[in-house]
């Protein structure tokens, strides 16, 4: 299949790029490398500097004939959104919408769209599955459900056929060693306590110990990006061999707290990470934990390589190449 990857050569994206050359799809990523990685893109791919918020630069890019859109171009730090809303606005929504309507002009029909946990907001009930409210608290998870909301149009009025992936916390690098950069900035547990590690970082601060969670701290459900990996290609496969679309939680239905991290960084790195316990942060929930059933049952899929051990083992084989 001819397959054109947005925001390929980010964290994610970048390994959705790996699996699909592996597989032989001729690939093509389109990023503007705010925060991607050339140096991460498969090398069977063709990459192309472009801009989605430029319909200059979509229109070029799809005169390739494509099957398949992935679309992984996207503003993600939730903190950062509440207080430059109009960047998110721009590049999450505007950007998205530019590239829909390209994909409508050039008559590409199918597309994997990445949204987030962060949709749901804060939990009603746990595990979350699908059916959970959709009422985000921060805009970030706005821009995310104002997409979905934009497919399900598209897919009613255009005929577009779309699979939404609801990602819990991306985490770990590629198992079989593909990558080779790191996530340049990142506001998120597992590379801030390996930064710590590498000595990129003095300390991490710990918020809040007194949650209703065993040991007091946040627990979170962490997904390894090669699962993520396998599961859209499983959904590439069910979009392209079915007619419905696919709305689907992307996690593992068990969580780790914030102090099990940390030890467990400690363990595999050998490394005392010093850390400081400081107040909760607004909005933050004791606990968050998807059940991704659904995904079982529509695409066969489940993690394999998301407890924390695996995890945290690929993500220090990356980092240690980085330390001080
Ligand atoms: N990382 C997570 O834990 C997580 C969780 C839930 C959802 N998501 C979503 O998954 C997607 C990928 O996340 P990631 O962690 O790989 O992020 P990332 O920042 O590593 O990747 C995003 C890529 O998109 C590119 N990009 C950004 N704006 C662009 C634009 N205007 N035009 C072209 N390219 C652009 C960036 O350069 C980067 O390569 C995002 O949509 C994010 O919201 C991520």
Redesign the pocket.
Known sequence: MKILV??G?????SHIVADLCAKDNEVFV???????SVKNIDKKATFIK????SEEDLNNVFKNKFDFVFH?????AAGESMEVPENYSK?NIS?TINLLNAMIIHDVKKIIF????AVYGYPEYLPVDEKHSIMPINYYGYT?KVIEEILNWYGKLKGLQFGILR????AGYDIQGRIIER?KTTA?LLPIVLECAIGKREAIKVFGDDFDTPDGTGIRDYIHVNDLATAHLKAMEYLSTNDDNLLLNLGTGYGYSVLEVIKMVEKITKKKIKYSIVDRRDGDPAKLIAISNLAKKKINWEAKYSDLETILTSMWELYRKFQD
């Open positions: 947005v925001g050569a980010g964290y994610i994206g389109f990023d503007n490398l705010y925060s991607g472009g801009d989605i918020n992984f171009a996207a503003l993600k590049n950007g990445s949204s987030t946990a995310k990602y819990f916390n991306a996530e998120n």
